[in-house]
């Protein structure tokens, strides 16, 4: 399938739909489904704390994955600080990765916006294989994430 389809199939699960958790959950699902050779999909989400923010785990196709990720480490947290996406051809020479599968060795992260402008959390991907994202599924990825801002984090 291409990103042009499945970001349509996206819009049709996810339109109209007032419930958070089901639509992250099936977003989620699509990629899992749909993208060859992804080993993990899903979504960390902002949660304030005492002294600032952290990434929660969110709804996720894959492996069992680590809960609580710091604002600003791994490739998720560098996602969210620099409001970046990070495409990680190899996960062994990003420094600090967060190791939740140790078979992983490629990743992207794009970070999703809410409203007012702030991280509402990441949508992830890893695979089992080297370089296994490139800037196709970049932009791609992040016409999938700004679906979701729209339907699901209320961003106009
Ligand atoms: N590798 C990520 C952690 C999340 S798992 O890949 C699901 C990171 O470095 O932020």
Redesign the pocket.
Known sequence: MTYTEINMCLESLVSGVPHRTANLANAAALLYQMLPDVS?A?F?LTSPTADGQMLVLGP?Q?KT??IE?PWG??????AAQTRRTQLVPD?HA?P??????AA?RS?I?VPLFDANGAVAGVL?L?SASPARFTEEDAEGLEAFARILEKEVFGRA
């Open positions: 993990w899903g960390y996720f894959g994955a680590c990720i480490r791994g490739v998720c947290g560098t996960v990003f600090g990765h967060i190791a939740c599968d992983s990743e992260v992830d890893d």
